[in-house]
């Protein structure tokens, strides 16, 4: 069922953005202090019995040097340092095991996956191993993670979740079987919202391809759909009916709308025009407000949160392979 604008008109929504007049401010405040801590990027080898690729155990200090956890995949015949993708994961997910992320090693690339803090529990989704240390400016919140510290913009959640994307960067290009010029960030739905955080907060990686992203125009999306993710936040204010503004306001910082205008990657984006649970007009907000001038994105007419599945897989397989020659 088509609910949102149709097709040419989401083309040409560019929606004003909301950032304040110290997004950027912040964001290099953020970043100078979660670089206080040393990287620490440490790669334990795993045997798991893979012929064809080498898995690591990654450990690397994040936001207030506490400890992520993610995996490290190099294709095991390689003549030289490889590109790499870093990947994010989707809301609730965790970093499951190192066989479970063999794509882009396979076609020659290195890999990052990060495992999202405090994330990682849900039943149906892989398991997490990295737990969220920060006990600050603790608000009442609805459960779930979208409402924690939103009441300030120094203790929001996905504060930590963006400095520990960097970091996650940082520490894949930290590797020597790593060429740290060409790097690509990619997630899906969470981990696509983390994507265009990452690239606008480290303008020098190569690409981004983020899939059917949360995390963007978060205003039009709780006014638009009922669906979590984006309902914590609706119940929240539904509760806290003289906060709205101050939510709005801290949210305004973590928006991927506001970040997708710094970004300067090479991108590639999905949507699928029936998903209600990250609109397609809050993906256009952030795909038509990105800073790099290569960028397209490719839309699912049929299709609701599930996006493009094995079909746009194969698309971000061309993408790379073409710019990856």
Same mark, same amino acid.
């Given at each position: ?11 040409? @929504?560019?929606?004003?953005?909301? %950032? ?35 898995? !690591? ?16 995949? +190099? ?33 020659? @690339? ?21 737990? %969220? ?16 510290? $939103? ?6 959640? @996905? ?19 790593? %060429?740290?010029?060409? $790097? ?29 992203? !949360?995390?963007?125009? @978060?205003?039009?999306?709780?006014? +638009? ?22 939510? !709005? ?34 993906? !256009? ?12 994105? +490719? ?27």
């Amino acid at each position: 069922m088509y609910f949102d604008f149709p097709l040419d008109q989401l083309k040409t @929504y560019v929606p004003d953005r909301t %950032d304040q007049p110290d997004f950027d401010a912040f964001w290099q405040a953020t970043l100078a202090e979660v670089r206080k801590h040393p990287l620490e990027a440490r790669f334990d080898p795993v045997d798991n019995g893979l012929k064809m690729q080498e898995s !690591f155990d990654v450990t690397f200090r994040g936001f207030g040097g506490q400890p992520i956890k993610g995996w490290f995949t +190099l294709p095991r015949h390689r003549t030289g340092p490889v590109p790499c993708v870093v990947e994010f994961l989707g809301y609730s997910g965790g970093r499951g095991f190192s066989i479970d992320w063999l794509l882009w090693p396979s076609l020659g @690339y290195a890999h990052l996956v990060m495992d999202t803090r405090g994330q990682g529990t849900s039943v149906g989704w892989t398991h997490g191993d990295t737990p %969220d240390l920060y006990g600050e400016g603790g608000n009442p919140t609805v459960s779930g993670y979208m409402t924690q510290g $939103i009441l300030n913009p120094k203790h929001y959640y @996905y504060r930590r979740v963006f400095s520990d994307a960097v970091r996650a960067v940082e520490a894949a290009r930290s590797h020597p079987e790593v %060429d740290a010029r060409h $790097i690509c960030v990619t997630g899906g739905s969470q981990g696509g919202g983390i994507t265009i955080a990452a690239a606008a907060l480290v303008p020098d990686v190569e690409a981004a391809m983020p899939d059917v992203p !949360f995390l963007c125009h @978060y205003h039009r999306a709780t006014e +638009l759909v009922d669906t979590y993710p984006y309902h914590e936040i609706a119940s929240f204010c539904n509760v806290h009916r003289d906060k709205i503004g101050t939510v !709005f306001n801290t949210l305004s910082y973590f928006d991927g709308m506001n970040l997708a205008a710094r970004a300067k990657a090479k991108a590639l984006f999905s949507t699928g025009l029936m998903d209600m649970i990250c609109p397609p007009s809050t993906v !256009f907000a952030a795909f038509n407000h990105w800073g790099g001038k290569e960028k397209q994105i +490719l839309t699912y007419q049929y299709n609701g949160h599930e996006g493009g599945g094995g079909f746009h897989t194969q698309e971000k397989i061309k993408f790379l392979t073409s710019l990856w020659k």
